[in-house]
């Protein structure tokens, strides 16, 4: 058992050293990893680990914290309180505090503390518009797993260290609201003074708790004959509304049915309608693992319907607006900048479904007219030219579409009647079209549909009957179906879309709950995700 009698922690004039808290014989304040021999992360890792500096003069003290939204950041509420062992009142700081994410520094304007445990949230003077938010778990780690906490407390050489410094701890013990953290082996990581209120995550690189407490062996200052690490932290993981409600950031939600991604690079473009039908955009950059923090708000064009396909590096959005007229509008990434919206030629009106597709440098476009069957145009993108009319391509009772290229070859699926799936294929090697014919598997009652490829093989993922995520696979080097749809996960989702970078799938979904999620086929390795992770950031409404 941990002695946890109070004692008023020591103060310094050193800036930014200590943590204070309430706190047990030798069992200081402390807060994500430190020490020890925790390292210091290279950059961009853990940016959303702030370092706070909270009170002035003699009585200056230290803490880090985790942002949570791009205005908030959860601490530990010991890190405000004017006395060891004390609390703090909702709003305004009774201590000045500021804190600093990169090369912002911000004052802190208001706390909302929690009343079970040692945990605030502290809202900034403005948003942090370059650094992604901490990702929200949902769950408390597994008893024996390892967590990984970050802070810019003390090291075993240094009192206010430069950077951010991780350690890896077992979670030893979850309780109702906290998470006991074990350091690893003999001589390993210790949370020191300075880490209260830094980010503790876990495999996945959720937020599970901020950390609190700690033994503090090894660390500057500390007794040579205090060898204990082990630390407490306290749990966020079942917290995730109540930060939601106190911040006012609504869950992430696209606000309408449509989401639309695609490539460039290494990075994704995630384009979603609001519920205005204006179109809003974000970012998941792969190689660097990161998202952009918010969602940004282009236009409220009242489009109904979203796709997008990529030429010369340019990613080309195609919606239906008013009247089921078709339009486009280009985002260029080397300049962040967007273009108009203008109406691809044709005439069409009454369409209520579309999909893209790219050859070399003509963009494939089919809709699903007012008729209920497909049509299709192509735009060269090299000449500057569309074809001058939508050539019927035949379907009854279309309801959904989708596609994707392999080897010159536009792979087209749609929803048809009694929501089977269909497909078509258009050879540009040969010139031709094929006939439309069903995808092997029996599916029926298909509520939406995204097709990729890698090499020659299709990957087709659906939302099946129970709105849950089913694939299968077309190799057309074998000319053949898997034949069975495998349920990958029962969340239930309402629209999907999908896009490849380095063999890999990243499925995009909106799920019933109005949210944006995740989940990736890795087709180097073979293996799917384990669950659907949601995508930072707020949708604009």
């Known amino acids: 058992m941990l002695d946890m009698r109070h004692r008023r922690s020591v103060r310094t004039t050193r800036t930014a050293l200590v943590a204070t808290a309430a706190v047990a014989a030798t069992f200081l304040p402390a807060g994500g990893a430190g020490a020890v021999a925790g390292t210091p992360v290279a950059g961009g890792q853990y940016a959303y680990t702030a370092r706070l500096a909270i009170g002035e003069g003699d009585d200056r003290r230290g803490c880090s914290a985790v942002l949570v939204g791009a205005q908030w950041l959860l601490a530990a509420e010991s890190c405000f309180a004017a006395e060891a062992g004390g609390h703090v009142g909702a709003g305004k700081p009774s201590l000045k505090a500021t804190a600093t994410l990169g090369a912002n520094t911000l004052e802190v304007t208001e706390l909302a503390p929690r009343t079970d445990r040692d945990l605030v949230l502290a809202k900034l003077a403005r948003p942090v518009t370059d650094v992604a938010p901490a990702k929200l778990a949902a769950a408390a780690p597994a008893q024996g797993t390892v967590v990984t906490a970050a802070g810019f407390g003390r090291t075993k050489t240094e009192w206010v260290p430069g950077k951010v410094h991780t350690g890896a701890f077992d979670a030893a013990a979850v309780g109702a609201t906290t998470l006991g953290l074990k350091g690893r082996g003999a001589g390993g990581d210790t949370v020191c003074e300075g880490d209260a209120g830094g980010p503790a995550v876990n495999g996945s690189g959720e937020l599970v708790a901020v950390n609190s407490r700690s033994w503090q062996a090894g660390c500057l200052g500390t007794s040579a004959a205090e060898t204990r690490r082990d ?46 039908g204006g179109l809003n955009q974000t970012i998941g950059d792969y190689a660097a693992g990161v998202w952009t923090p918010q969602w940004s708000r282009v236009d409220g064009a009242g489009m109904t319907s979203l796709t997008s396909a990529t030429v010369d590096n340019v990613v080309r959005v195609f919606g239906i607006g008013p009247g089921g007229k078709v339009f486009g509008k280009d985002f260029h990434p080397a300049t962040g900048r967007w273009g108009a919206w203008n109406e691809v030629p044709g005439g069409a009106e009454g369409a209520t479904a579309l999909t893209a597709s790219v050859t070399g440098r003509t963009v494939h476009l089919q809709i699903i007219g007012s008729d209920q069957a497909m049509h299709t145009i192509d735009g060269n993108y090299a000449t500057g030219q569309w074809t001058p009319t939508w050539t019927k391509m035949g379907g009854a009772g279309l309801t959904g579409l989708t596609s994707t290229t392999a080897n010159n070859v536009v792979y087209v699926y749609a929803t048809g009647q009694g929501g089977r799936v269909l497909g078509i294929d258009a050879d540009y090697n040969a010139g031709r079209w094929s006939n439309w014919s069903e995808v092997p598997g029996g599916a029926a009652g298909v509520k939406g549909l995204s097709a990729t490829a890698t090499g020659r093989t299709v990957h087709l993922q659906i939302i099946g009957s129970d709105d849950a995520l089913y694939t299968t696979d077309g190799d057309y080097n074998q000319g053949r179906w898997t034949g069975t749809w495998t349920r990958i996960n029962t969340k239930p989702i309402t629209s999907v879309t999908s896009a490849v970078v380095n063999n890999v799938v990243h499925i995009h979904a909106i799920g019933a709950d109005g949210r944006v999620w995740g989940i990736d086929a890795d087709y180097n390795t073979g293996r799917w995700g384990q669950t659907w992770l949601e995508v930072p950031g707020t949708v604009g409404s």
Do not use: E
Not at 245 to 254: D, E, L, R
């Open 231 to 276: 630390a407490v932290a306290v749990r966020t993981d079942d917290l995730g509304a109540w930060i939601r409600q106190t911040t006012k950031v609504t869950p992430n939600t696209a606000g309408g049915q449509q989401i639309t991604v695609t490539a460039v690079g290494t990075s994704t473009y995630l384009d979603a309608m609001a519920s205005d």
